[in-house]
């Protein structure tokens, strides 16, 4: 079993890598001269570190994390496996609430479409989970289904508005994630995810249970309803900051929580900070593969984590079955 | 000390628990016996508070089921339903200890911990405590989830059908368990269970249910005989007395033994 600290090890490592890597040549020698030289040329590239590296490694950070502990989350609500924002109409109404801001109240900060985002989000989800109570057949595979056509219906209303209003390019930055649009002064909203983040850490008990059944909640004394009340308002909110500031990161919260419920099981306590970790790291991964495969275009986040998350899923799915206990 | 004021639940029109009046005392141990779809797993999801009642009230030890705080219930009352399917994989020392949270609300203490230890050691379940539950079997799994229940420390606990899947030695394991929690610990304790003998063999009363009604109640010697037990069932019933206690036979007269010889 691996350790916490050594994949803590690893992540840290792959930060200060993705720090250096990108158009603009930034070494860790020319950074130490310009910090410690008196060159005025090389205080250009410690400029731009500063400005686009920093916050964009930092967004991924926080985005990966955010976003795969909300994905485990749902997981426990639906108790279903393959439910995530993604897979339950959640990004989509998130993104239809930003759109909803962005021709109702053009100059609005960006704070007020994360706050309507956050609303449509959670009412978009508050649905998805309404209608599996009158899905005869909850069956495991049916559940994500559900949740994927009740996005497409969201969108396909969001993209409908989207075209008539000339906006169709904007939905669609909300809806692929892209980091290379990430600068100071554009993702700090993003913090907002590490206290979400924080927050489900200090409750974690109350969704493990939840991922027991509604009768476990009961016999144990919780509210079910306030459970899921905070459960889903952390999702929503998660997934809203997220769409809002670098776009959705679709199968993270699926990949993630389902490689750390395979090695240490569901007990929120216990894995969020793998499920935390595993998130960054994962996102910051396919972020540096993107950014060097075609170097020096990029590849998109979503495309790469796409085509990463779906090869691990599959892999993990296969090896499972043939896996003695 | 549980007390059940005509309680009623409906599925559509109809009332499969009809009005059920029932005084269990504090401090004994009380089978619900009967067939199939008689309402004793309704009946116990509703003195649990694990479903909404139509009718009626329940009251333990003088709280009202529907109208008391869960999380003070939860420190009163333990509830094991029939069939629990987990879809998250949990180890079976996480589920026993989740069994405190009533108690610690999350922050373990050495003494809940002393709790778990107990009640792992209880269900022959020490050298499975950190196996995960999707990968035991149907009995071992059974087993950790009563550990669990009992490892919530209330006065009543009630359980439906807690020995299916176990297999001899541990069905008598864990009634001693629970017989033991009665007379040692003053608990209360309510099972529903089919097999007539061990609720003749274990329980202060029985409780006999048809058609979301009690048919009957009462001791043993009193609830445990050939004419209650065959109108109950629905199938003759013999009752035999043996090494002093009335013991229940239900099986029709056996066929001859057939012997084959290699000729
Ligand atoms: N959710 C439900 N919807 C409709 N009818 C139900 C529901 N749950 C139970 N019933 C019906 O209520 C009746 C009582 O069910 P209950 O589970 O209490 O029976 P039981 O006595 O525990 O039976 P068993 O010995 O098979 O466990 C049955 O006829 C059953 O079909
Ligand atoms: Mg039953």
Same mark, same amino acid.
Request: proline residues 5%; neutral net charge.
């Given at each position: 079993?691996?350790?916490? *600290? ?84 959640? #990004? ?17 900060? #960006? ?39 009740? *996005? ?50 200090l409750v974690a008990d109350r969704?493990t249970v ?10 144990l004394?919780m ?46 306590r ?28 990029? #590849? ?26 | ?54 009718? *009626? ?40 200890t989740f069994?405190r949270y009533?108690h610690s609300k999350g922050r373990t203490?050495?003494?809940d ?72 610990? *003053? ?77």
């Amino acid at each position: 079993m691996p350790r916490l *600290g050594a994949v803590a090890g690893v992540v840290g490592l792959l930060t200060i890598v993705s720090l250096f890597v990108g158009v603009g040549d930034v070494t860790p020698a020319s950074l130490a001269n310009a910090v410690f030289g008196a060159d005025d040329g090389s205080r250009h590239d410690v400029l731009l570190v500063l400005a686009s590296r920093v916050p964009r490694t930092i967004a991924i950070l926080l985005a990966g994390a955010g976003m795969a502990i909300a994905g485990q989350i749902m997981q426990l609500l639906s108790r279903n496996r393959f439910v995530e924002p993604s897979t339950a109409g959640t #990004v989509e109404s998130a993104a239809i609430g930003i759109l909803a801001v962005t021709v109702l109240a053009p100059g609005a900060p #960006v704070m007020v479409k994360m706050l309507v985002a956050t609303v449509t989000a959670l009412a978009g989800t508050a649905l998805f989970l309404r209608i599996l109570r009158h899905v005869p057949l909850r069956s495991v595979l049916v559940v994500p289904l559900v949740g994927l056509m009740l *996005g497409g219906i969201i969108n396909a209303v969001s993209t409908f508005f989207a075209y008539r209003l000339d906006l169709v390019q904007s939905l669609n930055t909300w809806m692929t994630g892209d980091f290379s649009g990430v600068l100071r002064g554009r993702y700090e909203l993003l913090w907002l995810t590490f206290a979400l983040v924080v927050v489900a850490y200090l409750v974690a008990d109350r969704f493990t249970v939840a991922g027991m059944g509604q009768d476990f909640v009961t016999n144990l004394g919780m509210n079910y309803r306030a459970v899921l009340a905070l459960g889903l308002s952390i999702v929503s909110m998660v997934t809203a900051v997220v769409v809002v500031t670098v776009g959705a990161i679709p199968f993270l919260g699926l990949v993630v929580p389902n490689v750390v419920a395979l090695m240490f099981g569901d007990n929120l306590r216990r894995t969020a900070p793998w499920v935390a970790l595993g998130g960054a790291g994962f996102v910051l991964v396919c972020d540096l593969l993107g950014r060097t495969v075609r170097y020096p275009y990029e #590849v998109p986040i979503g495309v790469v984590v796409g085509v990463v998350g779906s090869a691990a899923f599959l892999f993990l799915l296969l090896r499972r079955g043939a896996r003695v206990a | 000390m549980i007390d059940v004021l005509d309680a009623v639940k409906t599925y559509g029109s109809v009332r499969v628990v009809d009005g059920v009046r029932l005084t269990l005392p504090a401090g004994g141990l009380t089978s619900i016996v009967g067939p199939n779809g008689a309402g004793k797993s309704t009946l116990l999801s509703l003195i649990a508070r694990l479903l909404e009642m139509d009718g *009626g009230q329940v009251l333990v030890d003088g709280l009202d089921v529907t109208s008391t705080r869960s999380d003070v219930l939860a420190t009163r009352i333990a509830a094991l339903r029939q069939e629990n399917h987990l879809t998250s994989r949990l180890t079976v020392r996480d589920l026993v200890t989740f069994g405190r949270y009533p108690h610690s609300k999350g922050r373990t203490t050495p003494e809940d911990l002393e709790h778990v230890a107990r009640a792992l050691e209880f269900l022959d379940l020490e050298p499975l405590a950190d196996r995960f539950l999707d990968e035991m079997s149907g009995g071992q799994r059974q087993r950790a989830f009563v550990a669990m229940v009992l490892c919530q420390d209330t006065d009543v606990v009630l359980l439906d059908e807690p020995l299916n899947n176990l297999d001899p030695r541990h069905a008598v394991a864990m009634m001693e368990r629970l017989r033991a929690a009665v007379d040692e610990l *003053g608990k209360t304790v309510v099972l529903v269970v089919h097999d007539i003998n061990v609720a003749a063999h274990y329980s202060d009363h029985i409780v006999a249910m048809c058609d979301g009604a009690v048919m009957v109640e009462g001791s043993p010697r009193e609830v445990i005989r050939p004419e209650v037990l065959s109108s109950v069932y629905g199938l003759p019933v013999e009752v035999h007395e043996i090494a002093g206690r009335p013991h229940a036979t239900y099986f029709p007269p056996g066929r001859p033994s057939v012997t084959f010889s290699i000729a």
